[in-house]
């Protein structure tokens, strides 16, 4: 197996071009190992020199909710009141260290994307 790390744009572009060839290959095979190894390998060029920027803390809770279909009412073991919810929600006040551990254990949401700071503009007046 003939494989080199992807140092520049032309490997990432080559790289994939064979990835889409070797999609349909049986696991466990010589092309399905293949796959398996230049997907690691794009995965790693990914993750550096295509970085994604963590959700805003508070678009990650309101994307959870529509994902599960979930309430205000679903979060207020997890935030307090419905009143205080609405407030987080609409960027009125910030999430507490509690808050921010009762939705990463109660809905898995990252801390990192809830511990980021939001930028003043993004605040309500």
Same mark, same amino acid.
């Given at each position: /197996?003939?494989?080199?790390?992807?140092?520049?744009?032309?490997?990432?572009?080559?790289?994939? #071009? =064979?990835?889409?060839?070797? /999609?349909?290959?049986? @696991?466990?095979?010589?092309?399905?190992?293949? &796959?398996? $190894?230049?997907?690691?390998?794009? =995965?790693?060029? =990914?993750?550096?020199? %295509? +970085?994604?920027?963590? @959700?805003? @803390?508070?678009?990650?809770?309101? %994307?959870? /909710?529509?994902?599960? #279909?979930?309430? $205000?009412?679903?979060?207020? @073991?997890? *935030?307090?009141?419905?009143?205080?919810?609405? =407030?987080?929600?609409?960027?009125?006040?910030? &999430?507490?260290?509690? /808050?921010?551990?009762? &939705?990463?254990?109660? &809905?898995? *949401?990252?801390?990192?994307?809830?511990?980021?700071?939001? +930028?003043?503009?993004?605040?309500?007046?």
């Amino acid at each position: /197996m003939d494989i080199k790390p992807i140092k520049t744009e032309e490997d990432y572009r080559a790289t994939l #071009g =064979e990835i889409e060839s070797l /999609m349909r290959a049986v @696991p466990d095979s010589p092309e399905g190992e293949r &796959l398996d $190894v230049l997907v690691t390998l794009v =995965e790693a060029y =990914e993750r550096q020199h %295509f +970085p994604m920027d963590l @959700p805003d @803390p508070v678009e990650a809770i309101k %994307f959870v /909710m529509d994902q599960r #279909g979930l309430t $205000v009412k679903d979060l207020e @073991p997890m *935030i307090g009141h419905s009143n205080r919810v609405y =407030e987080i929600l609409s960027y009125k006040r910030p &999430l507490t260290l509690k /808050m921010i551990w009762n &939705l990463h254990q109660g &809905l898995g *949401i990252p801390a990192e994307s809830l511990i980021k700071q939001l +930028p003043d503009k993004s605040r309500a007046a």
